[in-house]
C-alpha cells in the first residue's frame, strides 16, 4: 500500500512542476536569449572601444544605443578620460569574452559580461585589463534596448 501511494507522489509533483511556467526564462527561451545577449555584447563592445580620433563620433554613436542614468554615467566617463585620452593619443579596444544572461522575461533581460580591453599608445606596448558588469535590457519596439532606468552594474565596485 505504501509503495503505491509514493509511486504517484513523483507523478503528482512533476505535473504540478509542468503547470507552471517559469518567470525566468533564460534557459528556456533559446531564441530570446540568443538575441538579449547580442545586443548587450554590440552594446559593451561600443561603450568601451573608443580613440583619441573618434571621441565625437563615439558620443554620437552611443547616443543611439543607451538611454537614462546610463548616459550620464557614460557622459561622466567621457568627460574624466577624455583630456588623457587625447593628450596620450589612447586607443581601447574592448572584446567580450564571455556573458551569459541571468534573468529573461518578456520584457527584462540582465546580461552578465567579462570583457578584455586592450589599450593602445605611440611607441608603447599594448595592455590589457578585464571587467566584468551586468547590463539590463528591456525589450522595446525595435527589440532589446539598454533599459532607462539602469547604469552599469560594475561588480565588485561597490
Known amino acids: ?15 504540478a512542476d509542468a503547470a507552471r511556467q517559469p518567470d525566468n526564462r533564460a534557459h528556456v527561451d533559446r531564441a530570446e536569449t540568443a ?3 547580442a545586443r548587450a555584447v554590440a552594446i559593451a563592445e561600443a561603450l568601451f572601444s573608443y580613440s ?10 552611443i547616443a543611439d544605443l543607451i538611454t537614462g542614468d546610463l548616459v550620464t554615467q557614460y557622459t561622466d566617463l567621457l568627460d574624466q578620460a577624455e583630456k588623457g585620452v587625447r593628450e596620450q593619443q589612447v586607443a581601447f579596444t574592448s572584446k567580450v569574452t564571455h556573458s551569459g544572461v541571468r ?22 606596448a599594448p595592455q590589457s585589463a578585464g571587467a566584468q558588469f551586468v547590463l539590463t535590457l528591456v525589450r522595446g519596439d525595435s527589440g532589446w534596448q539598454q533599459a532607462k532606468g539602469s547604469a552599469i552594474d560594475l561588480l565588485g565596485a561597490r
Open 35 to 37: 538575441r538579449a545577449q
Open 1 to 15: 500500500m505504501l509503495a503505491l501511494v509514493l509511486g504517484g507522489l513523483p507523478l503528482t509533483v512533476l505535473g
Open 52 to 61: 583619441s580620433a573618434d571621441l565625437p563620433a563615439q558620443r554620437a554613436e
Open 103 to 124: 534573468l529573461l522575461d518578456p520584457g527584462k533581460a540582465e546580461v552578465l559580461l567579462f570583457l578584455t580591453q586592450s589599450s593602445t599608445r605611440p611607441g608603447e
